[in-house]
């Protein structure tokens, strides 16, 4: 039965991967699109390559990740928490999408481990081992630290950039801002690829060692293979539902800040993957960062009513994805026995 169960589960983590290309790439070219960068092809384009490249590049990290992360009670059993918790993100992730909403695929593949861990343990299995500190660095510490240094640094950051271009014209200043704005767009996507290439990674690699298939201290070539396919996959089918709120429904953005938003998350992100090892949301970075960008105008030009809704989304997610994995998982008990 572990056999099947690990097909299983290889299957589920590349259909995860494939719907984190899929609704992530409104992080790399929601603004550049918006604001007429680059053209929605091109953009796309360019996000694939780069989370492509970022998302292999990852597969070293991964391990480190994965060692570092939570641990599985071996063979179905923890094959079947697998499952439960990445069809959980992989359904919440949909919704989100339908809804056009940005949220964490980290938040909620965290929590939906964290909820089919309890129901291994509520009928009488292993739960899941370091899921509580992941819960802690993973999901709370990032949901509330990211966002509000995203916002805060973009929104000052906004004034040494206006200030050097305050005797430009305008024309000239959204001309260059543009140019910065699409090689920002490739440095979002592969600090993307970078930080959730490691994740689907470390997913198969938990998914090995519970089956008893790797002692964990390599990374088969295929692993890193399948992340970097599936996510860049995903990215050029690009689901533009997210886009349109990131780049026109939350606040006004204009080349100038949205360059700097691009930026300053493009540089969060790389140094929470290779200096840090800190698991950053993309979505939470880019989305905050917008938002602290949009912010620093002399008008008003944020949709509050939305970014409360967004942020009440971001706050649900572990929670939902928690409820919903636990459910599936008391439903895979009689596999894992």
């Known amino acids: 039965m572990a056999p099947v169960i690990f097909g299983a ?14 609704r992530d790439v409104s992080n790399a070219v929601a603004l550049a699109t918006r604001t007429r960068a680059l053209t929605p092809s091109i953009a ?3 996000a694939a390559f ?10 070293g990290l991964a391990v480190a990740v994965s060692q570092h992360w939570i641990t599985l009670p071996p063979g179905s059993s923890g094959l079947s928490i697998l499952i439960a918790g990445l069809v959980s993100a992989c359904a919440w992730g949909l919704l989100m999408w339908w809804r056009g909403m940005p949220s964490s695929s980290t938040h909620a593949l965290v929590g939906g481990l964290a909820g089919a861990g309890l129901a291994s343990l509520a009928v009488g299995g292993t739960g899941v081992g370091g899921v509580d500190q992941s819960l802690l660095f993973q999901v709370v510490l ?17 004034y040494p950039a206006t200030w050097a271009a305050r005797h430009t014209q305008p024309n000239v200043v959204n001309q260059r801002f543009r140019r910065s704005q699409a090689i920002a767009a490739g440095a979002v996507a592969f600090g993307h690829g970078l930080q959730d290439g490691q994740r689907v990674s470390a997913v198969l690699l938990l998914a090995l060692l519970a089956a008893g298939y790797s002692d964990g201290g390599t990374m088969p070539v295929w692993v890193a293979l399948l992340s970097a396919v599936m996510i860049t996959a995903g990215t050029l089918f690009g689901g533009w539902r997210i886009s349109h709120t990131i780049g026109h429904k939350i606040t006004r953005i204009d080349p100038l800040r949205g360059s700097v938003a691009q930026i300053y998350s493009a540089v969060m992100l790389f140094v929470g993957a290779i ?9 939470h970075t880019v989305t905050s960062a917008v938002l602290g960008a949009g912010e620093n105008q002399n008008f008003a030009v944020t949709h509050r009513k939305l970014v409360f809704r967004i942020l009440g989304l971001w706050a649900l997610t572990p929670a939902a994805t928690a409820a919903l994995a636990f459910i599936l998982a008391l439903a895979l008990s009689p596999l894992a026995g």
């Open 50 to 59: 780069f989370n492509f490249i970022g998302a292999l590049l990852s597969a």
């Open 9 to 22: 589960v290889v299957l589920v983590t590349a259909a995860f991967a494939f719907l984190n290309g899929f």
């Open 275 to 283: 200096a840090l090892h800190w698991p950053l949301s993309t979505t």
């Open 44 to 46: 796309v384009l360019l």
């Open 142 to 158: 990032p949901l509330v630290l990211s966002p509000l240094v995203a916002y805060s640094f973009a929104f000052f950051l906004v």
